[in-house]
T-cell receptor, first 116, second 113 residues
Framework: NAGVTQTPKFRVLKTGQSMTLLCAQD?????MYWYRQDPGMGLRLIHY???????AKGEVPDGYNVSRLKKQNFLLGLESAAPSQTSVYFC???????????????FGEGSRLTVL | GENVEQHPSTLSVQEGDSAVIKCTYS??????FPWYKQELGKGPQLIID?????GEKKDQRIAVTLNKTAKHFSLHITETQPEDSAVYFC????????????FGQGTRLTINP
């Protein structure tokens, strides 16, 4: 049982290049999320998905696109990378959050992206 | 939208002493307040949470208190141990399908032996 797996763990890009981060979860969770973590700013939600084939914007969606073609996978894409997108990216998944369940977020170990 | 402020940004305590981290939130519609612990090189992990219909919750050495009127909540760790050294994040959201958490800035807690 791997939980949430992110690939790659490290990547260096040049400004203007594109790349995709892959997140996979094996807990059959409906909900998946992409966060970015920057020093002194906590974690900020980029995009999220409430189920296969759906995506929605979070706090800081500009410059990113996402896709959820399969329930277990959530892809984060950068079409034209900028230095401001240098960050550590975390994927997370959860079950439904309601009065009876906490909807705890299960995070991957992060992907460190540097844009030069 | 919601805004969560967390203090202090760094905290150093002697092993065995208590540690307190405080957070404030702005949106009165928020009713769920989790705390996550992040160890070096790892993703955050839930350690305790509280809902707005409860004022306090304990789990062994950790406890969380909530003051809805003042819109603030706190994490208390007693009898601190070296393995408590980590970055702690508070967060807030409303209880509904997807967990759109708004996180605080984080507190780096160091336990000195």
């Amino acid at each position: 049982n791997a939980g949430v797996t992110q690939t790659p763990k490290f990547r260096v890009l040049k400004t203007g290049q594109s790349m995709t981060l892959l997140c996979a979860q094996d807990m059959n969770h409906e909900y998946m999320y992409w966060y970015r973590q920057d020093p002194g700013m906590g974690l900020r939600l980029i995009h999220y998905s409430v189920g296969e084939g759906t995506t929605a914007k979070g706090e800081v969606p500009d410059g990113y696109n996402v896709s959820r073609l399969k329930k277990q996978n959530f892809l984060l894409g950068l079409e034209s990378a900028a230095p401001s997108q240098t960050s550590v990216y975390f994927c997370a998944s959860s079950s439904e959050h309601n009065a009876g369940r906490s909807g705890e977020l299960f995070f991957g170990e992060g992907s460190r992206l540097t844009v030069l | 939208g919601e805004n969560v402020e967390q203090h202090p940004s760094t905290l150093s305590v002697q092993e065995g002493d208590s540690a307190v981290i405080k957070c404030t939130y702005s949106d009165s519609a928020s009713n769920y307040f989790p705390w996550y612990k992040q160890e070096l090189g790892k993703g955050p992990q839930l350690i305790i949470d509280i809902r707005s219909n409860v004022g306090e919750k304990k789990d062994q050495r950790i406890a969380v208190t909530l003051n809805k009127t003042a819109k603030h909540f706190s994490l208390h760790i007693t009898e601190t141990q070296p393995e408590d050294s980590a970055v702690y994040f508070c967060a807030a959201s409303s209880i509904q399908g997807a967990q759109k958490l708004v996180f605080g800035q984080g507190t780096r807690l160091t336990i000195n032996p």
